[in-house]
């Protein structure tokens, strides 16, 4: 990604005879303006907010407190710490639920559509389907699915089986989270998996098929070595946007029960937005957002780095 | 490009040609179970949708006495404007999506093909925003929205995500891997950068800007976060997302209504799925090359 | 595609160049004047609506006041037609713009940032401290208390005319209550020979008493959840028992005390005696109820409409479950947003407008505030099952005017209701205290937020 960029423009004999063309300039502002007004300048506002006690309609009451909104997410006896850290550790066990399945199962139903079959297109077409519904779409869906008296427990309990209380207990509540983003988000990761899939010489596998590898063997000694760039890749955006999960609980459990589904995102919204504590809420998201980065750097140096050999 | 329709016959080797019948048999179950999984929810809340109320809590899977009352007290009620709902989704993502392709596509070629002092810092800069997590911004940014007094106009929910770089990165590669020899014979020919741009350049990338189109406008379309925190002042303005999160809100319990009113916003969208669902499959599938 | 290139892509270029700049302007979703300006017809022959005082305060005549609302669904669409009523009826006018759910209170506080602020708007009575301390609210100008007159506390409950206050400043006005309804099965009451409750709250014997007819007969009694209903439950069972959850002031919790642990205790005994296996957010304990073969539930008066569907329903108020009657409850209060004496002095024309026409209010389902008007035996026949709860207005639990007093409260003792009814807390003194101690945390910071 970091290749040195190479450049053309006009040739040396028609170039401007300024030095420097305003031209370019003219190129690349309408996006810097916003780049600079909206990453650029709260990059560096939000870490100044993050040093006051900031209530955004109380100017007259906005104190520096230097590090405290960052101490406090240390310190046990602070305000903050018990619900963040809770939050925080949701955000965790729901990534620990979600990714494998997210990455497994794609890469499985990508396997799937891979194959030469009748009807193929119109598998991939239902899979991806849930995709392109909104996360409101999906989790009241889902919502509705997994009620008490829902259609999941009224199955359950036609088998005489006892009804689970999916929503308002644990683990149900993950479970129920969990298998609404597999339906709705997994299409996208399947159809990466697929495209890369389709990039792999069809030699590899009629030379191993010669050679009497069987579809087990063929699968683990030359699609997934072959998908290794392409696994890190889906891997980093699972974890991603499973570290980002907001919709779902805050439709499906509003955080319940007992804040044990409330994520990360959902503090922030809460402390920043409902209680109005934009410093502490700032410090918070920089916080996660360091957290986040260093999980991408392990990421890509763990699974990345072997992909060299 | 690879495309997905011309997928070679990978799998059909000697061993598969010896496999089974009962194999066969497998395969498609295992298919077959997958497509319930994504099919059956979305048929349960159109049974649901057309149930009568006395129904709503029972298991049947066909309604007994199917019913149209929830979807005319959707449309009857003052309160859910959700035509307005589809129409304001429909129309922020359309602009979102014109002046990303607009101003994305531009910077994409002067980080492409174009020489200025500061630009390999600008585009260090661009770089490592890439890799941090959204949630940095969502405070300071609300305030200087608000300070803007955009809170509850569709600038307020489309302006930030201008600032975003995928798109830029995702026009500078392709630009980057035209042949340039077209660009040299206009400049040849006496043609300016501008000139150059709209006239050689832009005819040819056709398929990257509808590719960035398609995957900007589902992004746009179903953002939720953001246009929660920004709209919401006027009930006529909400996008469909936040529309609907006020429906479950108001009909928390009117099961029949909240799942004719989720259709009705599912709706339109698979239709257009089913319309343009090649060219959306292959638009995701080139954001994973990409990557 | 050639024309697209040439002159459209250049359009669009300088249309987005266009559209960041024009921010300032309000954009095309703004809400259209709703209400038509108040007609000159002049009220003379509708029924007298207690004109005569009633002029709109000079420069504001034929002024239309925006207020914002939380109501959704009917009763928005009644407060829109009270709204409308008012305007035709008087020289000032209101139009209500009803704002999307959820987090009412973020999007006022948004309008503030934004300068966005209408005149005024509808609040419910645990939010309006905050939203004074931070600046939304103002408070009532000496023209706007004039409207009242002297006599207009006297007829509302004392607790819900002084959670107004703020500072000993008045920030809001008490427009109705929503207390929790006791819900019960008509046909299960009579098959066990049970009387049907009236208006007041039954006594704990009378409850008991239908509770082991219930059980005699057949039938599980109640239907008990956790989640809102255990924690509403629980709030009201405080006061039951002669507890409360801070003290006056509202500084310090107090909700660890003897009466707390004796409510939770309750609950969980009349749970575990009583109710089919129920917990979770989502009500289901409502779906178990409505499914006909239990005998009654507790809760908020939102549900009336669903379950007025239901012919076997009966309503009735909250009964005293522990030592003496009393019940939760949330209240909606009218307040200013702009601090104009003259643009509030004609707000409170309408205030006071929908106070006295408050009847109308509880048709939508609501408790009217005013004394007079759940007297009036007109009630009845205008909003019934309302009316069965009337009362409670009187024995609501209201919490004192603290910003961001209940999220600090009920955050902490929320999830300790849960788990002890959930059976996962041994010792439900040891799991109070420490949640109380957590709040008084919270009550601390906030002071010196909010201060």
């Keep these: 990604m970091t290749a040195k960029i190479e450049s053309l423009g006009p040739p040396a004999s028609r170039r401007p005879r300024k030095k420097v063309s305003i031209i370019p300039y ?23 907010i993050s040093l006051f006690r900031f209530d955004f309609l109380r100017p007259d009451n906005r104190p520096f407190v230097g590090l405290r909104n960052y101490a406090n997410l240390f310190n046990p006896e602070s305000v903050q710490f018990d619900k963040f850290w809770n939050a925080l550790s949701n955000t965790g066990e729901f990534m620990l639920w979600s990714v494998a399945p997210l990455v497994g199962i794609a890469l499985l139903l990508a396997v799937l559509l891979n194959r030469n079959y009748r009807g193929r297109g119109v598998f991939r077409t239902i ?5 392109t519904l909104s996360v409101t779409v999906a989790s009241v869906l889902w919502w509705w699915i997994f009620q008490q008296t829902g259609i999941v427990n009224q199955t359950i309990q036609a088998f005489g089986l006892k009804p689970v209380n999916w929503l308002g207990d644990m683990p149900g509540a993950w479970v129920a989270i969990t298998i609404c983003t597999i339906w709705w988000t997994i299409g996208f990761n399947t159809v990466i998996f697929l495209t890369a899939l389709q990039e792999i010489p069809k030699s590899l596998y009629e030379a191993a098929s010669l050679d009497g590898a069987d579809s087990w063997q063929q699968f683990f000694l030359i699609t997934v070595p072959m998908l290794r760039s392409v696994l890190v890749f889906v891997l980093t955006i699972t974890l991603i946007a499973s570290a980002n999960l907001f919709g779902q609980p805050y439709i499906m459990t509003g955080g319940g029960p007992a804040d044990g589904t409330q994520t990360v995102i959902h503090r922030i919204f809460f402390e920043g937005m409902l209680r109005g504590q934009m410093g502490t809420a700032a410090a918070m998201s920089i916080f996660v957002a360091v957290l986040l980065l260093s999980l991408t750097y392990l990421n890509f140096k763990f699974f990345g780095q072997t992909e060299e050999r | 490009m690879t495309t997905i329709q011309t997928t070679p016959d990978v799998e059909e080797t000697e061993a ?29 809340m159109v049974v649901t949708a057309f149930k009568p109320f006395e129904e709503w809590l029972n298991p049947n899977w066909i309604p007994v006495n199917p019913t149209l009352e929830n979807f005319q007290s959707i449309f ?64 300071p940014n609300y305030l200087t929205v608000a300070r803007l007094g955009w809170i509850g106009t569709i600038q307020g929910v489309i302006a930030p995500g201008f600032a975003g770089v995928f798109g830029v990165f995702f026009m500078r590669q392709f630009f980057q891997g035209l042949p340039r020899e077209l660009e040299e014979a206009a400049y040849i020919d006496g043609a300016s950068v501008w000139r150059t741009f709209i006239s050689v350049v832009l005819p040819l990338s056709k398929g990257p800007i509808i590719t960035l189109g398609i995957i900007t406008f589902l992004t746009s379309w179903n953002d939720f976060l953001w246009p929660l925190l920004i709209l919401g002042g006027d009930r006529n303005a909400l996008t469909l997302p936040v529309g609907l999160a006020t429906l479950q809100g108001q009909y928390t319990f009117d099961y029949g209504k909240l799942m004719a009113g989720a259709l009705v916003l599912t709706v339109p969208v698979l239709i257009l799925y089913a319309i343009f669902q090649r060219y959306i499959i292959r638009s995701i599938s080139m954001t994973g090359i990409k990557g | 595609m050639k024309n697209f290139t040439r002159f459209v892509f250049p359009a669009l270029v300088i249309m987005s160049l266009l559209l960041s700049a024009c921010g300032s302007q309000p954009t095309a979703t703004q809400p259209p004047a709703a209400t038509q300006a108040p007609a000159g017809q002049s009220p003379a022959e509708t029924q007298a609506p207690a004109s005569g005082d009633n002029a709109c305060p000079a420069g504001v005549e034929g002024a239309v006041l925006e207020m914002w609302s939380p109501f959704t669904g009917p009763d928005g669409d009644e407060m829109t037609a009270l709204a409308e009523r008012f305007s035709q009826e008087n020289p ?32 419910r009575a645990i939010n309006v401290a905050q939203l004074a301390a931070r600046n939304v609210l103002k408070p009532f100008s000496n023209e706007a208390m004039a409207v009242f007159g002297e006599e207009i506390a006297g007829d509302l409950p004392e607790d819900l005319w002084n959670v107004g206050l703020y500072k000993e400043e008045r920030y809001s006005f008490p427009l109705d209550v929503h207390p929790l309804v006791m819900f019960y099965n008509k046909d299960l009451f009579a098959a066990a020979g049970i009387e049907e409750p009236g208006s007041e709250p039954w006594t704990r014997e009378q409850f008991e008493d239908a509770l082991s007819k219930l059980e005699a007969s057949g039938v599980t009694p109640l239907s008990l959840g956790t989640a809102f209903q255990g924690a509403a439950l629980w709030q009201a069972l405080i006061r039951q028992y002669g507890g409360s959850l801070t003290d006056e002031a509202g500084t310090t919790a107090t909700y660890n005390s003897e009466a707390g642990v004796q409510a939770l205790e309750r609950i969980k005994e009349l749970r575990d005696k009583y109710t089919p296996e129920i917990s979770g957010g989502g009500d289901p304990e409502v779906n178990v109820f409505k499914q006909g073969d239990v005998g009654m539930t507790f809760h908020g008066p939102w549900w009336i409409s669903d379950l007025q569907k239901l012919d076997f329903v009966g309503f009735a108020p909250l009964p005293t479950l522990g030592n003496q009657p009393a019940t939760w409850g949330g209240s909606h209060q009218l307040g200013f947003t702009t601090d104009d004496p003259t643009t509030q002095a004609a707000g409170a024309l309408w205030i006071k407008w929908l106070s006295d026409n408050s009847m109308e209010w509880a048709k939508a389902g609501q408790v009217p505030a005013r004394q007079s008007v759940r007297n009036d035996p007109a009630l009845a026949e205008a909003a019934f099952p309302i009316s069965r709860v009337a009362e409670s207005a009187n024995i609501v639990v209201i919490l004192a005017q603290v910003p961001a007093l209940e999220p600090a409260l009920w955050d902490h003792f929320g999830p300790v209701v849960d788990a002890y009814l959930a059976g996962d807390v041994a010792d439900p003194k040891a799991a109070l205290d420490e949640a109380a101690r957590k709040s008084q945390q919270v009550m601390d910071e906030n002071v010196s937020i909010y201060e």
């Design chain 1, 26 to 48: 003219l190129f690349v502002a309408p996006h810097l303006l916003f780049f600079v007004a909206f990453l650029a300048w709260p990059f560096f506002y939000g870490i100044y």
């Design chain 1, 127 to 131: 899979f991806f389907a849930p995709y």
């Design chain 2, 16 to 44: 598969q040609i010896g496999e089974s019948r009962l194999a066969q048999i497998g395969f498609y179950v295992v298919l077959a179970l997958f497509a319930m999984f994504f099919l059956l929810p979305i048929l349960w």
């Design chain 2, 76 to 139: 009857n009620d003052k309160s859910l404007p959700v035509v307005n709902w589809f129409l304001n989704s429909l129309l922020i993502a359309a602009l979102f999506t014109i002046v990303i392709l607009v101003i994305d596509s531009l910077a994409g070629y002067a980080y492409a093909r174009l020489e200025f002092p500061g630009k390999d810092l600008l585009f260090g800069l661009m770089l490592a925003t890439l890799v941090m997590p959204g949630i940095m911004f969502l405070i």
């Design chain 3, 92 to 123: 000032c006018g209101v139009t209500v713009t009803h704002i999307a759910q959820p987090e009412y209170v973020q999007k006022l506080e948004a309008a503030a940032a934004a300068g966005q602020l209408p005149a005024m708007t509808a609040v």
